[in-house]
T-cell receptor
Framework: GENVEQHPSTLSVQEGDSAVIKCTYS??????FPWYKQELGKGPQLIID?????GEKKDQRIAVTLNKTAKHFSLHITETQPEDSAVYFC????????????FGTGTQLKVEL | NAGVTQTPKFQVLKTGQSMTLQCAQD?????MSWYRQDPGMGLRLIHY???????DQGEVPNGYNVSRSTTEDFPLRLLSAAPSQTSVYFC????????????FGPGTRLTVT
């Protein structure tokens, strides 16, 4: 099955700086890569996603890049704000029917004033 | 729309007891899924359903049963609770035919003593 690794596990940045979270996946047939943000005590919320036929996608201050050859994808947050502090999860939908989403282990992002 | 709702929010069980975690969505989504979240392990797929009457196993299905008699409801049953099932459980649904753009519920925190 699919295996998704995520780094770093914790990330601390100053307000206004950029934050980058990286993930690798194992299944070369994977075709969908979402990123979820989870605030304390809540369920994960989709913030951006990318499909395997696209190399980069942006939505205001967040962007995701995908390198299919290297089997890795990254989340970029620019001009970080305190409300960006949360746990971020990457995930991938593998081949073999495409009905299962595999998550990374999460990154605790802290934006300091 | 209420989105994805889960009940109860908290539950304490004794080893060997059984119970059902409820999940409902009012968005007419075909795909629904159950995940468990444990510290340092991200979210792991327990079971999923691509439509009423159709269910399948995820990554960690042992000890859990599901059924999907209606589009709206997807209950998760713990047959004989064990301490290893202490976790936070999330239900999710998708407007697509697979785990794409999923909406997550607020979660159920389960403790098995």
């Amino acid at each position: 099955g699919e295996n998704v690794e995520q780094h770093p596990s914790t990330l601390s940045v100053q307000e206004g700086d950029s934050a980058v979270i990286k993930c690798t996946y194992s299944d070369s047939a994977s075709n969908y890569f979402p990123w979820y943000k989870q605030e304390l005590g809540k369920g994960p919320q989709l913030i951006i996603d990318i499909r395997s036929n696209v190399g980069e996608k942006k939505d205001q201050r967040i962007a995701v890049t995908l390198n299919k050859t290297a089997k890795h994808f990254s989340l970029h947050i620019t001009e970080t704000q305190p409300e960006d502090s949360a746990v971020y999860f990457c995930a991938a939908v593998g081949g073999g029917g495409g009905n299962k989403l595999t998550f990374g282990t999460g990154t605790q992002l802290k934006v300091e004033l | 729309n209420a989105g994805v709702t889960q009940t109860p929010k908290f539950q304490v069980l004794k080893t060997g007891q059984s119970m059902t975690l409820q999940c409902a969505q009012d968005m007419n989504h075909e795909y629904m899924s159950w995940y468990r979240q444990d510290p340092g392990m991200g979210l792991r797929l327990i079971h999923y359903s691509v439509g009423a009457g159709i269910t399948d196993q995820g990554e960690v299905p042992n000890g859990y049963n599901v059924s999907r008699s209606t589009t709206e409801d997807f209950p998760l049953r713990l047959l004989s609770a064990a301490p290893s099932q202490t976790s936070v459980y999330f239900c999710a649904s998708s407007p697509r035919t697979g785990p794409y753009e999923q909406y997550f519920g607020p979660g159920t925190r389960l403790t098995v003593t």
